[in-house]
């Protein structure tokens, strides 16, 4: 995480604003990694939710994932619940489907825990994009074998 100082704060949140979507991505990503993340944390859902451009959407998302603890994932999460357009719907989940992190055995296991812990989340958004990923899970015996090839599995 970084540590900013008021002025690099502020300026991390005035070009949130930005009308350039490279601005806005360099914020995104910026925001997400502060350690002041509960105090710009209206600015990274809206930036999640970028209606203009999904690279702003998408830096923020891997950003905040990158963190790798639940603050993070549950912004992500958040923003997935509050998802309309089809476009940035995609952007989340890809950017949750596709973190290589949770590909590794220490990585499913930390998302497997920080999933459980907000399973009693507050927001009925989080909680239900939660159980869609949990559902989705295969039990850790099944890692190494391959899926049922006449199984579809979503």
Same mark, same amino acid.
């Given at each position: 995480m970084i540590s900013f100082n008021d002025q690099e704060l502020s300026a991390a949140i005035q070009n949130a604003d930005s009308a350039a979507w490279s601005v806005r991505a360099v914020a995104g990503r910026q925001l997400?990694?502060? &350690? $002041?993340i509960d105090v710009v944390a &209206? #600015? #990274?859902? @809206?930036? +999640? +939710?970028d209606a203009q451009d999904t690279a702003v959407t998408?830096? =923020?998302?891997?950003?905040? +994932?990158?963190? $790798?603890d639940t603050v993070g994932l549950r912004c992500v999460l958040l923003a997935a619940s509050y998802s309309v357009e089809t476009w940035t719907a995609d952007e989340i989940y890809t950017a949750?489907? *596709? &973190?290589?992190?949770?590909?590794? =055995?220490?990585?499913?296991? %930390?998302?497997?825990?920080?999933?459980?812990e907000l399973a009693t &989340?507050?927001?009925? *958004?989080? %909680?239900?994009?939660?159980q869609e990923i949990l559902? *989705?899970? @295969?039990? @850790?015996?099944?890692? =190494? %074998?391959e899926p049922d090839s006449g199984t579809c599995r979503h």
């Open positions: 997400a990694m502060s &350690d $002041k &209206d #600015i #990274i859902h @809206r930036l +999640l +939710l998408q830096e =923020t998302a891997v950003a905040l +994932l990158a963190r $790798k949750l489907n *596709g &973190d290589p992190d949770w590909m590794t =055995t220490n990585g499913a296991d %930390r998302l497997i825990k920080q999933l459980y &989340d507050d927001d009925a *958004g989080v %909680r239900h994009e939660v559902a *989705g899970l @295969r039990p @850790r015996e099944q890692w =190494t %074998r």
